[in-house]
């Protein structure tokens, strides 16, 4: 999904929310974030998806696939903490529908909303510029920030879009399925 499908306002409401969150909690941590949110992370045998956030009689859950390698956990992590500051509302009503295959659909604004959240959280503005300006690549940005490829280059576009030079970069919009 392009920014250009989103209101700028709901956009910049996004990045504000995560910032604020950042500030709150003093780290960029997923685990100690969810922790201080009182979010219970559960292991999971997802077989296909990677996590899902759920709330349970009105306690928050993220259900997470076991296995994964540390830098996916924590995109992972932070997306779905994005869910609980964006669509906690929404969150319950899955456990009541068949609506599981559609919440990895690469046009649910949902999805592209945690993403933006997550990247937010995960890779601040200053260190992305730091590293853009060594020269290192995605994937050295990547690895040195503990994250996933496509959420730098979903930053990167991010960034692009609020006026930083930058060029565009391609990403797997569908990365977290």
Do not use: W
Request: charged share 30%; with cysteine.
């Amino acid at each position: 999904m392009r920014f250009q499908k989103m209101k700028l306002s709901n956009i910049d409401t996004i990045l504000h929310r995560a910032d604020q969150l950042v500030r709150k909690t003093g780290c960029r941590d997923p685990e100690a974030i969810a922790d201080y949110l009182g979010i219970t992370i559960m292991e999971s045998g997802f077989r296909k998806q990677k996590g899902i956030y759920l709330v349970i009689e009105k306690y928050p859950y993220i259900f997470i696939s076991s296995g994964m390698e540390d830098a996916m956990r924590r995109v992972v992590l932070m997306h779905e903490i994005g869910h609980d500051r964006l669509h906690r509302d929404r969150a319950a009503i899955f456990q009541d529908c068949d609506l599981f295959a559609n919440v990895f659909d690469e046009e649910n604004i949902m999805e592209f909303e945690a993403n933006l959240f997550a990247a937010q959280v995960l890779l601040p503005d200053a260190s992305m510029l730091d590293f853009i300006r060594r020269g290192m690549s995605s994937e050295e940005i990547a690895r040195a920030m503990k994250t996933d490829i496509n959420l730098v280059a979903f930053k990167a576009d991010e960034m692009k879009r609020r006026g930083i030079d930058l060029r565009r970069q391609d990403h797997d919009s569908r990365f977290l399925r």
